[in-house]
């Protein structure tokens, strides 16, 4: 052991109720850090878990992001007459070709592609009606990228493929105009078709806007009931790694033309919700170890001025302003480990506390758990946090204790 270290370890133990306060709060620093950085992580992951998977990583749209250049314009780019107020050509929307853009798709690793035609219809029930958002599926495909399947609480989606005219719409719709399984509605579309559907399964997503305004049909039939014969006007996708969600959406936008959204791109605005707060959140819980690091540079400069004497001494022993500064780094950093390690236990049983947490919501009948986070990274950046600050505290009186000359303490002068 280094003779300055040996010093350093002398000097804490002298000071034993001053240490150990100093430990104490560099522990709680560390593991109130560990505590809020696995809440606020915890939760974000949740967030983002949730929002992954009730929304498709990639939906292709029918329209364009830069809208199409006239024909004119296009024919005389130098014209020197502008021609305004031109009407586009009138045509049946939707993704032209979907299946070959479908194919190339399919064709990207880790890509699962599925195709839908939406629109609005209107259902009628016993007098009562209801506009909902209709989406068109193929139940096969619809499987691999939507999580429709597991909100199913009565029927299961493969029933639209041996029922050509039937209907899952979800259970709170239901509940609003009376209706059950097997039950016949009427459909009206906006081309002015009618047909009586069948209900063949029902959904509970959670959310009231979903399960109240959005119904499932089988592709065929809503392209008949829109009017829009082999077309569809969505392509939403799952990916094996949804964070390659915007890369990839840029690819398929690049080569099929038409708009490529990524969920990053839609939810762009919670993400830098997020960002902000983790931001908030890591200034409010660094600022606790700051505060615990001012209990470490008030222990070591009371030393440094209670041993100006002794540094003195050693000065006129032959030690040098490095050793001596080295003495007092090593205070800081002993107590900045060991509160490091102390602050990891006492944080990791704060996390599995707050992870036993249930709370009960009224109107909800599953408890609600703390989500929480296990990584590593965050008792390492804890610990470095830490271990910097303290350092940093010791620095100043260790600086200041360095430039002692011992010739004026010996002496009395000082």
């Known amino acids: 052991m280094p003779l300055t270290l040996k010093i350093a370890v002398t000097h804490l133990n002298s000071r034993r109720r001053q240490t150990l306060m100093s430990l104490l709060g560099v522990m709680l620093g560390v593991a109130f850090f560990m505590a809020v950085s696995s809440l606020m992580r915890g939760s974000e992951q949740d967030f983002i878990k949730r929002l992954v998977d009730s929304a498709p990583h990639i939906t292709v749209s029918d329209e364009f992001r830069d809208a ?16 305004s107020n031109v009407k586009p050509k009138t045509e049946v929307r939707g993704i032209r070709g979907y299946k070959q853009k479908m194919a190339y798709i399919e064709h990207i690793p880790g890509v699962r592609v599925a195709p839908v035609l939406s629109g609005q219809i209107i259902l009628t029930y016993a007098g009562k009606e209801q506009g909902v958002l209709m989406n068109g599926v193929v139940p096969e ?15 299961n989606m493969q029933a639209l493929s041996s029922s050509p005219n039937g209907v899952i719409i979800g259970r709170a719709l239901a509940k609003k105009m009376n209706l059950e399984m097997g039950d016949n509605v009427t459909v009206s579309s906006p081309v002015g078709l ?21 119904a499932y049909v089988l592709l065929k039939r809503a392209q008949v009931l829109l009017d829009r014969p082999d077309r569809a006007n969505m392509l939403v996708m799952q990916l094996d790694d949804p964070y390659a969600s915007r890369e990839v959406a840029a690819r398929i936008e690049k080569h099929i033309g038409y708009r490529s959204r990524s969920w990053q791109e839609a939810s762009e605005s919670l993400l830098s919700v997020l960002l902000v707060r983790n931001i908030i959140m890591y200034s409010v819980v660094s600022a606790i170890l ?38 007092f780094l090593w205070e800081g950093t002993i107590i900045g480990l060991m509160g490091s390690v102390g602050g990891l ?27 929480v986070y296990w990584g590593l990274d965050q008792a390492l950046i804890a610990c470095a946090f830490a271990a910097l600050s303290a350092m940093g505290a010791a620095y100043f009186p260790a600086r200041k204790a360095g430039l002692v000359h011992p010739v004026d ?6």
């Open 68 to 83: 199409p250049v006239q024909p004119a314009v296009k024919r005389f780019p130098d014209g020197a007459v502008a021609i």
């Open 141 to 155: 495909l619809m499987a691999g990228v939507s999580d429709i399947e597991e909100k199913i609480v009565a029927g």
């Open 194 to 214: 009618v047909r009586t559907m069948k209900i063949v399964g029902l959904f509970e997503t959670g959310a009231t806007a979903i399960d109240e305004g959005q």
């Open 290 to 327: 700051v505060v615990a690091s001012f209990g470490i540079y008030n222990i070591i400069s009371t030393v440094v001025m209670e041993k100006r004497r002794d540094i003195a001494i050693l000065k006129s022993m032959g030690f040098t302003a490095r050793d001596v500064r080295h003495i």
């Open 345 to 371: 236990t006492l944080g990791y049983g704060l996390i599995w506390a707050l992870s036993t947490l249930r709370f009960q919501v009224p109107g909800v009948s599953v408890p609600i758990e703390m989500p």
């Open 409 to 414: 303490i010996l002496r009395g002068q000082a």
